[in-house]
């Protein structure tokens, strides 16, 4: 049950229902999708109703109620609390999209930390990599087939959308499939799996198809990271540095003989995209750096000025405070435990969904999958909690979702 409860929370996260955006895009209304894609969209909120549901039963399952403390979770809480009171003085409507937002955060917060209190660290940990894994392993298919069948296309267009509103954004949500499905199959269990190798291979193949370079740069780092942590050290620099430049070399081959360099510029300047939004926004931090506009709507390539544009230094200091102490705890963490490999992927998500931040402003959206794994991935180590919960533990089953614990 735990592990459904993150299969739909991230299915009601990709599969969000933008079909009526499209059909009005000036650009993208030619876009199809199969009729299982249209359904998933169409049934978005009864993913997260199904996820809420699952939540209520763990908050009144048994007769004592029991929930990790976890500061972090705490603070991640009020920062967007605070989004949401800034947004309220900009306006009424945007103020209670974010509270809606930051309820759902709360939601991940409730659910996890009572499946940490209640089942130790390695179980929940077991449970959430067995829902990921069911939910990249579906996914990843879902969106190859799409390809295949000639789904997910924009007409004048290259890129690969998939069953996302813009290739960037299926590229986040691939990365983060890529990377859960590499390390269990890195670990010990799943290295002879050819399927999930070839799962692997088929993210890898829709990343370039989406020509996001911030998810090859994202995937990048995180399977790199990974092999980096779990391996002698020499040869984790040579398989970093294939990883890459196969990756990279695969990208340019698609891109530039094709001609395609163009499907990358916004229009505004050219085909450096980044200089000119992080510009842009460094100049509406500057005339109000402490409580920012509330809304800044036409540049978002970069996570931490989006949020210092919209929200101000309020927000900004206790958000930069989250993701600073939520990666040094992993570290530490994934370094000193005995199970290491569930920690050390936590960890590889974390730093490539920070990185990726960056790029893309993906981390102040309201309801995405990286906004949930980020919740996740920064909440799942409470102090000094960690320790405890491994000990107390009643994990002992051996099936693939534990092939991170060995």
Known sequence: ????????????????????????????????????????????????????????????????????????????????????????????????????????????????????????????????????????????????????????????????????????????????????????????????????????????????????????????????????????FKLAVLLWVAIALAIFLAAILSIVPADLLLSFDRGEVGLDTRSEAWGFLLGLIASEPIFGHGLVTFYSENSYLRGLANYGLVYFVPFVFVAVVSTIRLWKTARASEYKPIFTMMFCLHVSLLTGAMLEGYLIDLLSLPVFMYVITSTFIAGRSAGNSMRRSPMKSKDFGTVLHH
């Open 1 to 232: 049950m735990n592990s459904l409860f993150f299969v739909f929370l991230l299915a009601g996260a990709v599969f969000k229902n933008d079909i009526a955006d499209f059909a009005l895009s000036e650009w993208y209304s030619d876009i199809s999708w199969p009729p299982v894609v249209v359904l998933l969209k169409q049934s978005s909120y009864l993913w997260l109703t199904v996820a809420a549901t699952i939540t209520l039963r763990l908050l009144f399952k048994g007769s004592k109620f029991r929930i990790r403390r976890n500061d972090l979770a705490l603070v991640l809480i009020l920062t967007a609390m605070t989004a949401a009171l800034r947004g309220g003085f900009y306006s009424i409507e945007l103020g209670v999209k974010i509270l809606i937002g930051a309820g759902l955060l709360a939601m991940i917060v409730l659910a996890t930390n009572i499946m940490i209190a209640r089942d130790g660290m390695l179980r929940y940990g077991d449970d959430l990599v067995r829902g990921l894994l069911w939910f990249s392993r579906i996914f990843i298919v879902l969106n190859f087939g799409m390809l295949l069948f000639g789904y997910g296309i924009v007409l004048g267009n290259p890129r690969f959308f998939g069953s996302a509103a813009h290739p960037n954004f299926l590229a986040v949500q691939l990365t983060v499939c890529a990377i859960v499905l590499f390390s269990a199959v890195y670990s010990d269990k799943l290295r002879r799996s050819w399927p999930n190798w070839l799962l692997i291979f088929a993210s890898l193949y829709l990343l370039v198809a989406t020509g996001s370079r911030t998810g090859l740069l994202m995937t990048s780092l995180g399977v790199g990271l990974y092999v980096l942590c779990r391996s002698r």
